[in-house]
């Protein structure tokens, strides 16, 4: 296991780390604040998805194809959100289940009736092509993208969330959902706002993840269920707690891949290190959360409830 | 029967002493009330010595058994039981349902998988000897969530005494109700006196002055006074803080 | 849902008695095609009838039962392929495994409630399912056929007649037991967590502890379900413990009719044969079936027997069944 290997592995760790983040950064807040499970997260990173490789196909700017893929969500996402999400909020959670889970199930058919079941192939646009000096190591350019846009939205929702009056709003709805709207705050137009935020970010992570990994339908749900244990990991309703569970799950994983079935063959014969290195590499990000919740069930780190 | 005893109870939310170092000592058959004006921490009190809450500083004493670590299920099996200020029953469940669920818990019978609950003698028995105790016979086979209030609180209370208990918290059982509906209710519990020891949390100063035989003052936290009903109007101190508009 | 119809045994042996028809029909009409599809109706139905124990009596949504059903399969499956054909040692693994990962998840699980207990499930069940596929020697993604089927003595649970008639009394007995148990101690109490978890501790009994046993058993219920499909299919698949099965699972619950002894039963067959029906018209059946659930969960969750009850309208006002999801 060379230095330089490690020092690759830990970045991609983080670029899966930010690309956790922009899913649970939304996600958090709707569990939060809304109290509104919403599975059909992962079919907005899908829309995102399709949305960029086919702008990007069609007119050759990665640039365009970004923003069309946050466009595009975000208009699907306000859309669920008014025809279905809203109805839901006083409902229990198996109705939002039940609901989301239709949803998920519909959209994942309709791309599969529109583009077919083959995944669609997004090329690493031209200008991030090459690689970065980092350290004396080189790094795929377009990865640390990604890493970079990652971190400067989490810098954005910083500033959003502890400098803004909204932000305030926002902090306030997720320690004490019914005091705001008891306050006299548009509780309707600040569901929606935080919802179309949720998917516009959904949507950027399906736009930088389509060079990286297979655009398809039933893309959104293997990485939705990572994010809700990124979430459940980090504690529901806080977003500060999103981006630091985000980033130690997108490291344990990407680091525990690789470093798991080498550190099974130094402590049993190969058979069996082959076999149960890569099955307990897979479970380990699962573990992880069995162990936080068993020890600290309201996650890492809490929005604190008042 | 039980005695409850506590020493030093407090408990602190941040900077605020919630409960101020409030030792009581409930005797074996008495019905003793505590009162005191809102905000003064009686609702807490109560949650604490259920086990709802767990007490930052002090002891809990029951039946001479040191209850302070104990889970709200494990008190309650030890013959701990207490009524809700807000009715909490089992909307989907008739009346004398509610009351055998709470008798067959006590009977240590709810770990069975096959006969009909109802089929339960033991359990149907002390159901419906609490159901007719609470004055609600005629509709013990009432759905509870179709109850009128008044007719709910009375199940709060059934429940209560169907668990077979040694002691019974009641918090505010006359909460929400009319003149009528109250004297009722006096007069069940004056019927429950001497066969259980009671600790009454109530705003109603007939009820309370009628029933209660020791009364302790909870103001900010900690108790002021514990004396009879005779004492407790004479008391210079708890008419000003407290019965000050009220005539007694 | 103390309605008449909801608790009363006419629709649960009235459906009995037309599964047991099938065979017979199926044979006068020279469609053994029949037989084995309603076969999978049955084996579905024993898992959702499991479900609805923790689901429909308990209140605890678990989005992660197709981890029961997929351990279930390859309870089979793996014995199977080491050359075990026997089907007692096939159920006793099942059980006892599906047990003890219940017990395992259902103790974690239960230390949240709500949301936190739903995302915990599903993230269980993704846990099995990528444990299973990293199994290379066994099949990995591929799945692994099932080199022997159950045997019973000379009784062979790979032949479709004696495996329709094992589930048919196997969900018999299921059913049965499901029915005694909604108003027997354990059920009333576990019913009464659903509803109200605070006022069941303050009784005497631990609401978590109640809701643990009935995890377990349903997840213990759920696995025997996994071992008839992959009798009938002789062979198991990582792809049975999809997300996508649980969430169809809760989707037979509900449509069924939740907390219901005969809902299970409706919702599996409504769910299977509307998907045979649809399949026929367009394989992208999903177009309409997704929008449907959508439609279900806006309208009310009375599911079907539900609906069924409130036709003589003489039956009382129907409260919403409250979900607890776990936890205190």
């Known amino acids: ?306 | 029967m039980a005695s409850l005893r506590t020493e030093g109870l407090v408990k602190r939310y941040g900077a605020l002493l919630v409960t101020d170092h409030v030792s009581l000592d409930i005797r074996v058959g008495e019905l003793h009330a505590v009162i005191g004006p809102n905000g003064a921490g009686k609702t807490t009190l109560i949650n604490q010595l259920s086990g709802e809450l767990p007490a930052d500083e002090g002891r809990i004493v029951f039946g001479g058994q040191d209850i302070s670590g104990l889970p709200v299920h494990q008190r309650a099996r030890a013959g701990l039981l207490r009524s809700y200020q807000i009715t909490s029953i089992f909307e989907e469940f008739t009346v004398v349902e509610n009351a055998t669920l709470a008798a067959m818990a006590a009977k240590r019978h709810a770990w069975r998988f096959w006969t009909p609950m109802r089929d339960d003698p033991v359990a149907r028995d002390a159901a419906e000897a609490a159901v007719s105790a609470a004055g609600l016979t005629s509709h013990s086979d009432t759905l509870a969530g179709e109850l009128a209030y008044g007719q709910r609180r009375q199940l709060e209370l059934a429940m209560a005494l169907a668990a077979q208990p040694k002691f019974l918290l009641l918090d505010e059982p006359m909460a929400g109700m009319s003149v009528q509906e109250s004297a009722a209710v006096t007069d069940l519990l004056r019927g429950l006196k001497g066969r259980y020891t009671i600790l009454l949390v109530e705003h109603d100063m007939d009820a309370v002055f009628a029933l209660a035989d020791r009364i302790s003052v909870l103001v900010y936290g900690s108790v002021m006074f514990t004396g009879t009903p005779d004492e407790i109007r004479e008391h210079p101190e708890v008419r000003a803080v407290y019965l000050g508009d009220e005539t007694v | 849902m103390s309605s008449r119809l909801a608790s009363s045994a006419i629709l649960p042996v009235l459906l009995l008695a037309g599964f047991a028809a099938v065979p017979f029909a199926a044979t006068a009409l020279d469609q053994p095609f029949w037989i084995s599809f309603f076969a999978r109706i049955l084996i579905y139905a024993i898992a959702a009838s499991a479900l609805n124990l923790a689901l429909g009596y308990g209140g605890l949504v678990s989005f992660g039962h197709a981890l029961f059903m997929g351990l279930g399969s390859y309870a089979v499956a793996l014995p199977a392929f080491h050359g075990i054909a026997n089907g007692w040692v096939h159920l006793g693994l099942c059980i006892v495994a599906c047990g003890l990962v219940a017990l395992a998840v259902g103790a974690i699980s239960l230390r949240t409630s709500g949301m936190a207990f739903i995302m915990i499930t599903l993230a269980f069940a993704q846990m099995g399912y990528f444990a299973l596929v990293s199994l290379k020697q066994y099949g990995g993604d591929d799945g692994l056929p099932v080199a022997a089927t159950s045997r019973f003595g000379g009784f062979d649970l790979g032949s479709t007649l004696p495996l329709y008639a094992t589930a048919l009394v196997v969900l018999a007995l299921v059913t049965w037991w499901m029915a005694k148990l909604r108003v027997a101690p354990f059920g009333m109490a576990l019913r009464g967590a659903r509803q109200n978890a605070r006022r069941i501790n303050a009784i005497g009994l631990e609401a978590r502890r109640l809701q643990l046993v009935a995890f377990v058993i349903s997840g213990a219920i759920c696995g025997v379900s996994g071992m008839l499909l992959a009798n009938l299919n002789a062979f198991a698949s990582p792809s049975s413990l999809a997300w996508t099965v649980s969430g169809e699972l809760i989707v037979m619950v509900v449509l069924g009719g939740i907390g219901t002894v005969a809902g299970p039963i409706v919702g599996a067959l409504v769910f299977l044969g509307l998907e045979e029906v649809l399949k026929g018209w367009t394989e992208h059946w999903m177009v309409i079936f997704g929008p449907l659930i959508v439609l279900m969960a806006l309208v009310g969750r009375r599911g079907i027997v539900g609906l069924i009850d409130l036709w003589p309208k003489a039956a009382r006002p129907a409260t919403p069944v409250p979900v607890s999801e776990g936890g205190v």
């Not at chain 1, 490291?251 to 290190?273: K, W």
């Open chain 1, 1 to 306: 296991m060379s230095a330089a290997l490690l020092f690759v592995q830990l970045l991609n760790g983080l670029q899966y780390g930010v690309l956790l983040f922009l899913l649970a950064a939304g996600l958090t807040l709707v569990f939060g604040i809304m109290s509104f499970v919403n599975l059909a997260h992962g079919s907005l990173y899908m829309v995102g998805a399709y949305a960029a490789a086919l702008t990007y196909g069609a007119a050759g700017s990665f640039l365009l194809a970004v923003l069309a893929a946050m466009g595009a969500a975000l208009v699907v996402g306000l859309l669920l959100e008014v025809a279905i999400v809203s109805r839901l909020y006083r409902r229990d959670h198996l109705d939002h289940v039940l609901a989301t889970f239709g949803l998920v199930m519909f959209f994942n058919e309709l791309v599969r009736l529109v583009w077919g079941p083959q995944p669609l192939f997004v090329q690493v646009p031209e200008v991030l092509a090459g690689t970065v000096q980092l350290f004396g190591f080189n790094y795929p350019s377009y990865r640390f993208a990604v890493i970079a846009v990652g971190l400067l939205v989490a810098v954005g929702s910083y500033w959003l969330i502890h400098k803004t009056r909204v932000g305030m709003l926002i902090r306030a709805g997720a320690q004490n959902p019914q005091l705001v709207g008891a306050l006299g705050v548009n509780i309707g137009l600040l569901n929606a706002m935080l919802f179309g935020v949720g998917a516009m970010l959904a949507g950027l992570a399906g736009a930088m993840a389509g060079p990286l990994l297979s655009v398809q339908s039933g893309m959104g749900e293997p990485v939705l269920i990572t994010t809700l244990v990124v979430i459940v990991i980090g504690g529901i309703g806080s977003v500060n707690g999103a981006l630091y569970a985000a980033l130690i799950v997108g490291v344990v994983d990407t680091l525990g891949r690789v470093l798991l079935p080498l550190l099974m063959r130094q402590v049993a014969e190969r058979s069996v290190a082959d076999a149960a290195g890569p099955a307990l590499a897979s479970m380990l990000v699962y573990l992880l959360m069995a162990g936080v919740l068993a020890l600290r069930p309201q996650g890492l780190f809490p929005a604190r409830r008042g």
